[in-house]
């Protein structure tokens, strides 16, 4: 059974950082592309980042670019989304997910949010 387990979510003033951490077990290889999503309350679920485990492929959305960088542990299979120069607007539950096929539109499988809170 796949899993993914989203970790490091909290509360940090404005210009902190914070690191989230996702955590796959139950994946017969390690080919897969794990992404990054997040919901502010009363709006859509947006994807922030996605990392391709084949090749280390990294995208970021453009309101996140240049803040947001992503890491990995492959021992761990874990996965981290670093988060610096936070600002109010990140505010949202974190979600991490992930897709066996790159191309693929919707991911197969979703972990549990995490919620970030972004003081001014």
């Known amino acids: 059974e796949v899993q993914l387990q989203a970790s490091g979510g909290g509360l940090v003033q404005a210009g902190g950082s914070l690191r989230l951490a996702c955590t796959a077990s139950g994946f017969a290889s390690a080919d897969y592309t794990i992404g990054w999503f997040r919901q502010a309350p009363g709006k859509a679920r947006l994807g922030v980042a996605c990392f391709q485990r084949s090749d280390r492929t990294t995208y970021f959305d453009s309101s996140v670019r240049g803040r947001f960088s992503i890491s990995s542990d492959s021992a761990q299979n874990t996965a981290y989304l670093q988060m610096n120069n936070l600002k109010p607007e990140d505010t949202a539950v974190y979600y991490c997910?992930?897709?066996?096929?790159?191309?693929?539109?919707?991911?197969?499988?979703w972990g549990q949010g995490t919620k970030v809170t972004v003081s001014s």
């Open positions: 997910a992930a897709k066996l096929l790159f191309t693929a539109h919707t991911y197969d499988y």
